[in-house]
């Protein structure tokens, strides 16, 4: 009778443990068809992304001297916490346009991004970020076709490059790496 009582209570735990795993099973695939697997979006002047709900150009980009970078922004060296010691600047110009609402906008934010090149990467400075943008919102704040322009700033270290890059620098040696839940977006100037 005892041993009954087990066998019973074994196949109900079994079955409770199947359904709950179906159940599992049947989450996660739902998940995975709305949540794809992370791509690299390349993006150029003149052709822009359109991902998540949003529509990001990249408007223009320059190389500036770090101290004329910084005095024309009037952002105090100190204040940066990330990159205080840039010799120079990447600044990209991007307009990002709200196409329609998203539930996955609000996994995104403008100032975690960087530059790459040759496996390198350099985050925009959250201080910079505000300095240059200070009304910026989040895109999740954003009403479906309202455009926001921002600037970001990415320092550059001449230590990253050989001294016959460093010299000859130019923004085509350099894109502008955005995470965009879950996608990578590169927006390169050439």
């Known amino acids: 009778m005892k041993n009954k009582r087990l066998h019973h209570r074994a196949i109900l735990l079994l079955l409770l443990l199947l359904v709950l795993s179906f159940a599992i099973g049947l989450r996660i695939t739902r998940l995975n068809g709305s949540y794809l697997a992370t791509e690299d979006c390349y993006g ?8 998540n709900g949003l529509k990001i150009e990249l408007i223009g980009a320059e190389i500036v001297d770090g101290e004329a970078f910084l005095q024309e922004y009037n952002i105090d060296r100190e204040s940066i916490f990330s990159d205080s010691l840039s010799e120079k600047y990447a600044l990209f110009h991007i307009s990002v346009t709200k196409v329609s609402d998203s539930p996955l906008l609000t996994y995104y934010r403008f100032d975690y991004c960087g530059a790459e090149k040759d496996g390198w990467r350099n985050l925009v400075s959250p201080e910079i ?13 954003l009403s479906v076709g309202e455009t ?28 502008l790496v955005m995470s965009v839940y879950p996608q990578k977006v590169i927006l390169q100037s050439s």
């Open 148 to 175: 926001e322009e921002l600037a970001m700033a990415i320092g550059l270290h001449k230590d990253a490059f050989r001294n016959t890059e460093w010299s000859n620098l130019s923004t085509s040696d350099i894109s």
């Open 129 to 141: 970020f505000e300095s240059l943008n200070p009304l910026a919102k989040k895109p999740s704040q």
């Open 44 to 51: 150029y002047p003149q052709k822009p992304i359109e991902w």
